[in-house]
């Protein structure tokens, strides 16, 4: 039975950009797994299997639904043990939280201050309403001030991806030679905004670029099949 995966989309339902959504993704096709993606637009977000979690991704797997990319990937990596693995093993498990959380508090929060208005630009009305609310809320200011407080910390973040460019010059993906989830949970977030807007986050010459364009081609290149932004 093909697997269900619950896709964050805007008002154009084959550009799904969910930086989460993406992990779970890559990591579905990384185990060869045949995966329906379900576009499901912020305000459906709640409705998603009659309320089975407020997040997304959610995946149906037959009579089984799991919530957040990384509790995803460890029931795929459980339920399909046989299939190419996303960790390694336990060490690799255990490293691979490191790395979520070292991108969910250095890589994240500039990426997606960035692109805020891209994204409310991109959905539908009944979405913009309620992106724009639930965001001023979260950020206590309004969309249009986030951005503007964003603009002058690009080369700051850059910088700040220096673990990530040095580990790089040892072997080409987090990994090692070849991508895990590790490489996804950060390409996930590069995707993000990639999908949602034309900004140029990384200098192309940058050796993260250079990976980045390597988890492009990851898994038969499925997220290069979402064109970028123009």
Same mark, same amino acid.
């Given at each position: 039975m093909?697997?269900?995966?619950?896709?964050?989309?805007?008002?154009d339902a084959s550009r799904p950009f969910s930086p989460h959504c993406w992990k779970v993704a890559q990591a579905l096709a990384h185990k060869g797994l045949a995966y329906e993606s379900v576009p499901t637009p912020f305000t459906a977000v709640t409705g998603v299997e009659e309320g089975f979690a407020q997040i997304v991704p959610v995946i149906r797997d037959g009579e089984k639904l799991v919530a957040d990319s990384f509790d995803i990937a460890l029931y795929l990596e459980n339920t399909y043990p046989d299939r190419p693995t996303l960790f390694g093993g336990p060490g690799g498990e255990a490293s691979a939280r490191f790395v979520e959380r070292w991108s969910q508090m250095v890589v994240h929060p500039f990426a997606g201050a960035s692109v805020l208005l891209d994204i409310h630009d991109m959905l539908d009305p009944a979405d913009q309403e309620h992106f724009r609310r639930t965001r001023e809320a979260r950020f206590g200011k309004s969309l249009e001030d986030v951005v503007a407080g964003s603009a002058s910390g690009r080369d700051a973040w850059r910088r700040s991806l220096e673990p990530l460019r040095s580990m790089l010059t040892y072997q080409p993906?987090?990994?090692?030679?070849?991508?895990?989830?590790? +490489?996804?949970?950060? @390409?996930?977030?590069?995707?993000?905004?990639?999908?949602v807007s034309?900004?140029?986050?990384?200098? =192309? *010459? +940058?050796?993260?670029? @250079?990976?980045?364009?390597?988890?492009?081609?990851?898994?038969?290149?499925?997220?290069?099949?979402? =064109? *970028?932004?123009?």
């Open positions: 093909t697997i269900k995966l619950y896709d964050l989309v805007g008002s993906f987090i990994g090692g030679q070849s991508p895990l989830f590790h +490489d996804y949970i950060v @390409a996930g977030a590069l995707q993000w905004v990639r999908i034309p900004m140029e986050l990384i200098d =192309p *010459a +940058d050796s993260v670029a @250079a990976w980045f364009e390597r988890c492009l081609d990851a898994n038969d290149g499925l997220m290069r099949r979402v =064109p *970028a932004a123009a």
